[in-house]
């Protein structure tokens, strides 16, 4: 799975990070997830967690033209609330090479693993661009995140992303206010699935510490970010729904929706 942007900062690793806790155990017999930061200008998590510069993303491309280049457990940290994580390291030449090599075939065999291999892959790519495309046009699942102004929707319409050819594989998380209803936005930008994330200081608080947390998935005490991220999990593995879905209906509830010229998105309007 790959989960990426059209601009700049929209929460992207934090939308990566929070699918890696709420990823439905059942989906993989019980593997945790592995979360990859496969950014070109990564390195975030290794500087906010003090991880060891080794293992990190440099280690997977070493192996890719291997007979037998092994698993990504190889190159897995242990975040201080539970993720598995392959981090980048902090430089952009380093990366940006790490992800090329990463893009290509030996790589992307690297990442869907052997026969028997078990287990799901979540690629944070960052901002997306032509040199990961490769990796997006192999994975089952594509959830590109979004902030829900009129600016960034229409970057993401401006883009250019062949929505038609992801189908469902392609999902729209849009990340905190949205005065927009998901079926607009779904047929403006023909993405199938549109889901709402609503922002929440607590789940990023947690993200950003490095003793040990936890992020709920169930209870009483889930943050409202977990509680739609689970959602959108469980409906990711199989794909079950094929409308737009609002994951979090109090939130879109309390936005009023804009009105104006019919077949013309809201956000474009003058």
Not at 75 to 99: D, I, K, N, Q
């Amino acid at each position: 799975m790959v989960v990426g942007s059209v601009s700049g900062a929209p929460g992207v690793t934090t939308v990566a990070l929070a699918l890696a806790v709420a990823w439905p155990s059942e989906a993989d017999g019980g593997v945790r997830p592995v979360m990859v930061e496969a950014d070109g200008s990564g390195g975030d998590l290794m500087m906010r967690f003090g991880l060891p510069p080794t293992p990190s993303l440099l280690d997977v491309p070493a192996a890719v033209g291997k007979p037998h280049p092994g698993s990504l457990l190889g190159a897995v940290s242990e975040l201080p609330f539970g993720v598995r994580v392959v981090a980048a390291v902090p430089g952009r030449g380093p990366c940006t090479e790490a992800v090329r090599l990463l893009a290509g075939e030996g790589g992307r065999r690297v990442l869907l693993g052997g026969e028997g291999d078990r287990g799901t892959v979540l690629l944070d790519v960052g901002r997306i661009g032509h040199d990961v495309e490769p990796l997006l046009e192999a994975a089952d699942q594509v959830v590109l995140v979004a902030r829900g102004g009129a600016e960034p929707l229409t970057h993401v319409s401006a883009y250019g992303l062949k929505a038609e050819a992801y189908g469902e594989r392609l999902t729209l998380a849009i990340v905190g206010p949205c005065p927009y209803p998901s079926d607009e936005i779904a047929q403006s930008l023909a993405i199938e699935q549109v889901v709402f994330l609503p922002w929440d200081t607590k789940t990023v608080a947690v993200m950003n510490r490095r003793r040990a947390g936890r992020l709920r998935t169930t209870g009483f005490r889930v943050t409202p970010l977990m509680a739609a991220t689970c959602k959108l999990a469980r409906q990711l593995p199989d794909c079950q729904e094929q409308k737009a879905t609002v994951v979090d209906a109090e939130m879109q509830r309390r936005l009023v929706p804009v009105t104006g010229d019919e077949g013309v998105p809201s956000w474009a309007r003058h």
